[in-house]
């Protein structure tokens, strides 16, 4: 148990729709990332969130946003949902300190868009 | 670019030894990870490595070489539990630590 959770478990959306999908970090951690893993690859990284706001972020459109809250709990918003957007969505807490390098993963939320 | 590559799959027999080897090319390297993951699941944190050499955790070990880029895990005493994907993952930083993850290598553990 990681003190990290997400929600919901399960999501089905249809192509064009918009989605949220919750984190609620652990306790003191100022920082929150997300990661998209597609069946059979590893996590990729989408973006971090330090102090509530964007610190860095990978190789994805504009479509994916997200928001931290000041009580460590963070949300991914996805517009315009595609196929490919299909994925097991983990979010990924640490205490932020930047020489704290263990990033500690929820459970995950699995995405289907059909 | 990053890039970090580790073999697809392995099969091992309970009760022996098996190393999963990763090699990997990134920028601002500040250590390396590796998690296992249980189909559907999160991972969960193995190892972590930021100067050379061998570290040991029970049946699990992980070693690192800074100047060849490579690192591998040992796997010791395998059991049926072992069964899992396998994630090298390295954390680069610029201005903010980001992990960089290979696509996993999926161990297969048979009795």
């Known amino acids: 148990e990681t003190g990290v959770t997400q929600s919901p478990t399960h999501l089905i959306k249809t192509r064009g729709q918009q989605v949220t999908l919750r984190c609620s970090s652990q306790s003191g951690h100022n920082t929150v990332s997300w990661y998209q893993q597609a069946l059979g690859q590893g996590p990729q990284f989408i973006f971090q969130?330090?102090?509530?706001?964007?610190?860095g972020r990978g190789n994805f459109p504009p479509r994916f946003s997200g928001l931290q809250f000041p009580n460590y709990s963070s949300e991914l918003n996805v517009n315009a949902l595609e196929l490919d957007d299909s994925a097991l969505y983990l979010c990924a807490s640490s205490p932020g300190s930047y020489y704290s390098y263990e990033q500690y993963f929820g459970p995950g939320t699995r995405l289907t868009v059909t | 670019g990053q890039n970090i590559d580790q073999p697809t799959e392995m099969t091992a027999t309970e009760g022996a030894i098996v190393q999963i080897n990763c090699t990997y090319q990134?920028?601002?390297?500040?250590?390396l990870f590796w998690y296992q993951q249980h189909a559907g699941e999160a991972p969960t944190f193995l190892s972590y490595n930021v100067l050379d050499g061998l570290e040991e955790k029970g049946r699990f070990s992980s070693f690192l070489s800074r100047s060849k880029g490579y690192s591998y895990l040992l796997l010791k005493e395998l059991q049926m539990k072992d069964s899992a994907s396998y994630l090298c993952?390295?954390?680069?930083?610029?201005?903010?630590?980001?992990?960089?993850f290979g696509a996993g290598t999926r161990l297969a553990v048979h009795p």
């Open positions: 993952a390295v954390i680069i930083s610029g201005g903010y630590n980001k992990l960089i």
């Open positions: 990134t920028s601002g390297f500040n250590g």
């Open positions: 969130y330090y102090r509530e706001e964007e610190n």
